[in-house]
């Protein structure tokens, strides 16, 4: 299994970046998928989250209203848009998946949930 984020950079307060999460390895349609981001000296946090099809998805108190989750089952991909980025938005984003086996929302906030992990992609927003 693996997965691939990328579109991570530098930005400035107030832009925009797009990440993407490329999935092989696993029939991707089954699987919920979740962003978490890592900041330097913190612990991992919850970002959104998104069932097997675009209908469902969560978010973070903080990310909701600017980031938005969707997937693409054709592509075995998930995306994030992000929108006006602040710095306190800076850290290292991850892609994951868990197999989507549960209706409780709050199980696919959790990252302990989670089963694959991709090797994440730094977002850098300047102030």
């Known amino acids: 299994v693996q997965l691939q984020a990328s579109g991570g950079g530098l930005v400035q307060t107030g832009g925009t970046l797009s990440l993407s999460c490329a999935v092989s390895?696993?029939?991707?349609?089954?699987?919920?998928m979740g962003w978490f981001r890592q900041a330097p000296g913190k612990a991992r946090e919850f970002v959104a989250g998104i069932r097997r099809t675009n209908a469902t998805t969560y978010y973070a108190p903080s990310m909701k209203g600017r980031f938005t989750i969707s997937r693409d089952n054709a592509k075995n991909t998930v995306y994030l848009q992000m929108n006006n980025l602040k710095p306190e938005d800076t850290g290292v984003y991850y892609c994951?998946?868990?197999?989507?086996?549960?209706?409780?929302?709050?199980?696919?906030?959790?990252?302990?949930?989670?089963?694959?992990w991709g090797q994440g992609t730094l977002v850098t927003v300047s102030s």
């Open positions: 994951a998946a868990v197999l989507n086996r549960i209706d409780y929302s709050g199980y696919y906030y959790d990252a302990r949930t989670y089963e694959y």
């Open positions: 390895g696993l029939t991707f349609s089954t699987y919920c």
